[in-house]
């Protein structure tokens, strides 16, 4: 399973550094993703990591400030989030797919808006306000 932690209370332009770490699983093999679900909105993709060679992919509107990176040796993936603005607050949660390639995976979340996933963390809330 999954366990997300990180999140909390920034003002904007802070940053916050949130961590995907997985336990009964090895996600070496596969694509694992960031969502978030601001209140009364669709839960959406906003990067996602191949863990195999480390491809990274994101969302236009995240591009630039956020960064996905992995460490395979902790079975471990985060996402430092920078310049924070009020339109970041949401709950922020990882998810990992293991039947689907993990190229495919990460098109899926950021070019198709899937949601399809084998395993997801429970969420961290993230806060953005002065």
């Known amino acids: 399973q999954l366990q997300a932690s990180g999140g909390g209370l920034v003002q904007p332009g802070g940053s916050l550094r949130l961590a995907c770490a997985a336990s009964?699983?090895?996600?070496?093999?596969?694509?694992v993703a960031w969502f978030r679900q601001a209140p009364g909105k669709e839960r959406d993709g906003v990067s996602c990591?191949?863990?195999?060679?480390?491809?990274?992919y994101y969302s236009d509107s995240v591009k630039g400030r956020f960064t996905i990176s992995r460490d395979n040796a902790k079975n471990t993936v985060y996402l430092q989030m920078n310049s924070l603005k009020p339109e970041d607050t949401a709950v922020y949660y990882c998810?990992?797919?293991?039947?689907?390639?993990?190229?495919?995976?990460?098109?899926?979340?950021?070019?198709?808006?899937?949601?399809?996933?084998?395993?997801w963390g429970q969420g961290t809330q993230v806060t953005v306000s002065s």
């Open positions: 009964g699983v090895n996600l070496g093999y596969y694509g």
């Open positions: 990591i191949q863990m195999t060679d480390g491809m990274e």
């Open positions: 998810a990992a797919d293991v039947p689907t390639h993990p190229k495919v995976f990460c098109f899926n979340v950021l070019r198709r808006n899937s949601t399809r996933a084998t395993y």
